[in-house]
């Protein structure tokens, strides 16, 4: 096994640890590579999640308000309108 030396450890979240520690009845250390290893875990996760599309997220903060069905259909529909719309710019040509 290796060691590890960590310094400049704030002293509130050493005490935190340390309370946790010895809630479970484990070691410093111990407490320290579990929560090493579940922060690691946690980590992995959040990296081989796919991210949600623009879609997914309007979708999701429509769902937060209970603005979901017909109602978020319409407001989609509008949105997708509007960004079809010509808007008066001139067209960029490509060589």
């Excluded at 309370?19 to 875990?41: E, N, P, T, W």
């Excluded at 603005?67 to 319409?74: L, M, V």
């Excluded at 989609?76 to 509007?82: F, L, P, R, S, T």
């Amino acid at each position: 096994m290796a060691d590890i030396l960590i310094r400049d450890i704030p002293e509130p979240l050493k005490r935190e640890i340390e309370l946790a520690a010895h809630k479970v009845g484990q070691s410093l250390s111990d407490k320290a590579i579990d929560l090493l290893r579940k922060g690691m875990a946690a980590e992995r996760r959040a990296q081989q999640e796919p991210s949600l599309s623009a879609w997914d997220a309007i979708r999701s903060a429509f769902v937060a308000e209970s603005a979901i069905g017909d109602e978020y259909a319409e407001i989609m529909d509008k949105i997708e309108a509007e960004g079809k719309r010509d808007r008066g710019r001139p067209r960029l040509r490509r060589p």
